[in-house]
C-alpha cells in the first residue's frame, strides 16, 4: 500500500485519528512546511483515506470512514478497509519499543 508508504503520510493520519484539523495545524504540529502536508493530503484525499471540508480559505480534514486508528501503549494499528479486503498497518513508536515489523500485508474480510 504506497499511499501510507511515506514517513509524512503516517504522521499525519496519525494526527487527523486524534481530531480533524486544517492544513496549517498539521503543518504547526509536525513541523512541515503546508505546501508538503497539502501535497500529502491530496494524496490521501485522492485514494480516499481523507476527506475535506472547505470553507473560505480554511480546509479541514478528516479521517474517512473507511480508516480505522486503534492505540494501545506504544503501538499503533490502521486499519484501511476497501472493496478488496482490510489492510492492516501497524506502526510501533520508537521511544517505546525496538520492535521492527515486516511490511503490512493485505486480508480479506
Known amino acids: 500500500m504506497t499511499t501510507v508508504g511515506g514517513g509524512q503520510r503516517w504522521e499525519i493520519i496519525r494526527?487527523?485519528?486524534e481530531s480533524p484539523l486544517s492544513v496549517s495545524a498539521i503543518?504547526?504540529?509536525l513541523f512541515l512546511?503546508?505546501?508538503v502536508v497539502s501535497r500529502e493530503l491530496a494524496?490521501?484525499?485522492e485514494h480516499g483515506l481523507v476527506t475535506c471540508k472547505r470553507e473560505a480559505r480554511v480546509h479541514t480534514y478528516r479521517l474517512t470512514e473507511s480508516v480505522t486508528l486503534?492505540?494501545?501503549g506504544g503501538m499503533i494499528?490502521?486499519?484501511i478497509s476497501s472493496g478488496q479486503g482490510h489492510w492492516i498497518l501497524v506502526h510501533v513508536d520508537a521511544?517505546?519499543?525496538d520492535i521492527r515489523l515486516p511490511p503490512p500485508r493485505q486480508f480479506v474480510g
Open 33 to 35: 512546511r503546508p505546501n
Open 70 to 72: 486503534l492505540r494501545q
Open 27 to 29: 503543518s504547526q504540529k
Open 43 to 45: 494524496c490521501l484525499e
Open 77 to 79: 494499528q490502521i486499519v
Open 15 to 17: 494526527a487527523l485519528g
Open 95 to 97: 521511544e517505546d519499543s
